[in-house]
């Protein structure tokens, strides 16, 4: 059955033309589109269609060709109209790539099927789409092996395992065909230069595949949970809670043990939060008796889960309390992300622009190496647990602290060394300095008085006994 199911297809497939160059008036049949997995030349048809019919929504860039001199056809799908969040803040971003393995033909299409998802929900006027799409960015590579795609194989053509070709513990594991060094292939050297150039500061990495149901979290070298294991427990917990069963797990005791992958690169190097997700292997030739859209109705359940909710997936600080004594400063702060942070600090800009941080004592290091403050020092900096709130006084020993100052946080979005920093200025309106009116003072002892009184009066009787 399934065998002359094939056969149809393929007769249907030979009947439409097919283009490397699309406009938005040329699109592919509903019947081809389900059931026949797309080639390079159909996914140039879709993607340049996209770009046509939607052009306040899309952008389509090349970032980058095959060996064998293919585009890297990158989506990047955002309310354009809006360069900010409506607040003014900066939207979140996502990043997502599929095809590494050209014969993982499921995991491209989860790629695609998340990309039409936002692009139609947008034109269809749905509302979550468009909440979505006006605070954040989806960067979308759909298909990086594409010559690996049409001769539907794992490797590149150079016989490159393009998801070991990761310059994060390279051939370091058993593992076949890495490539002779470390982004030594064209395809995985342009995600990388866009990761560190377009999307470095990405909230949430996302990469597809094919092959056992279910989605891996760093590490893939080592058995231990990664530093960031309470978001990723959370994510486990909420999507097998409400949405699928997938299994969630570390990457090397869920699968096998695997270096050199996009998925460590974007966690141990970029700092991004990751996972590879793995649609199931039952792949029938190049196309699907089940239509795709059915087939991976859960798996995109899933990513819209994480796509909505990608504002949690990092460490987010908010003060709640800041008050002034003196030199000493009583903060109280909370963390409304589901990410912790290892390596908060408070700090104060005069109103020349000059920064300091809390005194710290002389026997250790200074909390700056360079110029740039090290934070992460016991003693400059302090913990913040996901969804946790702290007090904690600091000293400013030494600073004058005024009301034209500005008070900053500093903190890193994640516990991963690798994570990106934060700077955020903390809301004057929490922010009050305590006198002796309010009682917030202690008010000089008893005592105190008396005796100044008494030293007063001996000074006033010494000077008039002296000649």
């Known amino acids: 059955m399934r065998r002359w199911a094939a ?64 585009n890297l056809w990158m989506l990047q799908i955002s309310d354009w109209s809006q360069e900010t969040k409506p607040d003014g803040s900066a939207k979140e971003v996502v990043y997502i790539d599929g095809g590494h393995h050209g014969n993982e033909h499921l995991g491209t299409e989860l790629a695609f099927l998340v990309a039409e998802y936002y692009i139609e929900g947008w034109g269809d006027g749905e509302q979550e789409v468009l909440d979505v799409l006006a605070t954040t960015e989806l960067h979308i590579l759909i298909m990086l092996n594409a010559d690996g795609n049409d001769f539907d194989t794992r490797w590149n053509v150079n016989q490159v395992d393009l998801n070991r070709n990761y310059d994060h513990y390279w051939n370091t594991c058993p593992t076949t065909q890495p490539g002779s060094s470390a982004f030594s292939e064209s395809e995985t050297l342009a995600n990388s230069i866009y990761m560190n150039e377009v999307v470095p500061h990405a909230d949430l990495y996302i990469t597809m595949h094919t092959g056992v149901w279910i989605m891996l979290y760093p590490w893939g070298k080592w058995p231990e949970q990664p530093s960031d294991w309470e978001m990723y427990h959370h994510i486990r917990d909420e999507v097998n809670s409400n949405i699928s069963d997938i299994p969630i797990r570390n990457a090397n005791q869920g699968l096998y043990p695997n270096c050199g992958t996009s998925r460590d690169y974007g966690y141990g190097v970029m700092g991004y939060p990751t996972f590879t997700f793995e649609t199931d292997d039952e792949q029938f030739l190049l196309g699907s008796i089940e239509a795709v859209s059915d087939r991976l109705g859960e798996e995109l359940d899933v990513m819209n889960y994480l796509i909505e909710n990608v504002w949690y997936w990092r460490a987010r600080l908010v003060v709640d309390s800041l008050a002034i004594d003196g030199s000493r400063v009583e903060l109280s702060v909370s963390n409304l992300g589901r990410a912790s942070t290892a390596n908060a600090t408070l700090v104060y800009i005069d109103e020349d622009g000059t920064e300091f941080v809390p005194s710290i004592s002389l026997e250790k290091e200074p909390c700056t190496i360079e110029s740039q403050f090290n934070y992460s020092l016991v003693g400059c900096g302090f913990q913040v647990n996901a969804t946790n709130s702290t007090q904690i006084i600091l000293d400013f020993e030494g600073v004058k602290i005024s009301e034209s100052g500005q ?40 005592i105190l008085v008396l005796f100044s009184i008494a030293l007063a009066a001996i000074n006033g009787r010494n000077s008039r006994i002296e000649p």
Do not use: C
């Open 7 to 70: 056969i149809i297809l393929t007769s249907l497939m030979l009947t439409v033309p097919v283009a490397p160059i699309a406009s938005a008036q040329i699109g592919q049949p509903d019947i081809i589109q389900e059931h026949w997995y797309h080639s390079y030349a159909t996914l140039t048809l879709d993607v340049n269609a996209w770009a046509d019919d939607y052009p306040e929504i899309v952008n389509l860039l090349v970032v980058g060709q095959t060996e064998l001199g293919r």
């Open 407 to 446: 008070f900053a946080l500093h903190y890193q979005k994640r516990v991963v060394d690798a994570s990106m920093w934060a700077i955020e200025e903390v809301n004057n309106s929490v922010v009050g300095i305590k006198s002796v009116e309010s009682g917030l003072l202690p008010a000089p002892s008893v």
